[in-house]
T-cell receptor, first 111, second 114 residues
Framework: QKEVEQNSGPLSVPEGAIASLNCTYS??????FFWYRQYSGKSPELIMSIYSNGDKEDGRFTAQLNKASQYVSLLIRDSQPSDSATYLCAVRGNYGQNFVFGPGTRLSVLP | EPEVTQTPSHQVTQMGQEVILRCVPISNHLYFYWYRQILGQKVEFLVSFYNNEISEKSEIFDDQFSVERPDGSNFTLKIRSTKLEDSAMYFC????????????FGQGTRLTVV
């Protein structure tokens, strides 16, 4: 059973702060890792993908991957109230094309 | 920008009735998915479809569910005899054939079984 876990929320940060979201996965063979953002009542929207160990930056977002520790994180710099949403970690294994989602972490950015 | 489109946005049906949820994936994509999200819960995988056949399915996807790609553009999910616990948001997604590609999600169909 492939499991994806995320740090429980809700996570509240003040506007302008750094938000740190964490994710661990059980399938050591996982190869592709994704962060999606989901606003209430809406569909998941891709923020970033990462495949190699290390950091990947895209604007205010940085994804970090450590395959040895089976750990993925997302940092949001200069958090804005519009970043308030649930952040979903999704993992895809080496075989098959199914995406396994974590339960999500709800982020609130306080003005 | 290409997008996955789903219809209807909201469907109300009586318990025991059949429903068909429709999706038009992005045109050059090769993998198609159905996920569901019960209110307040996580996004759960139902089924993936590739090369005109089911490639993977979850335990949720039992004999009451079926998928079809009838005409090369639409991708449908049929629930034969709906139950109250089928009430959820159903998301269709698609991706290219590239192994590392991400999945793009439609806006979802909210299914309410009464």
């Amino acid at each position: 059973q492939k499991e994806v876990e995320q740090n429980s929320g809700p996570l509240s940060v003040p506007e302008g702060a750094i938000a740190s979201l964490n994710c661990t996965y059980s399938d050591r063979g996982s190869q592709s890792f994704f962060w999606y953002r989901q606003y209430s009542g809406k569909s998941p929207e891709l923020i970033m993908s990462i495949y190699s160990n290390g950091d990947k930056e895209d604007g205010r977002f940085t994804a970090q991957l450590n395959k040895a520790s089976q750990y993925v994180s997302l940092l949001i710099r200069d958090s804005q109230p519009s970043d308030s949403a649930t952040y979903l970690c999704a993992v895809r294994g080496n075989y098959g094309q199914n995406f396994v989602f974590g339960p999500g972490t709800r982020l609130s950015v306080l003005p | 920008e290409p997008e996955v489109t789903q219809t209807p946005s909201h469907q109300v049906t009586q318990m025991g009735q059949e429903v068909i949820l429709r999706c038009v994936p992005i045109s050059n994509h090769l993998y198609f998915y159905w996920y569901r999200q019960i209110l307040g819960q996580k996004v759960e995988f139902l089924v993936s479809f590739y090369n005109n056949e089911i490639s993977e399915k979850s335990e949720i996807f039992d004999d009451q569910f079926s998928v079809e790609r009838p005409d090369g553009s639409n991708f449908t999910l049929k629930i034969r005899s709906t139950k109250l616990e089928d009430s959820a948001m159903y998301f269709c997604a698609s991706k290219t054939g590239t192994a590392t590609a991400e999945a793009f999600f439609g806006q979802g169909t909210r299914l309410t079984v009464v």
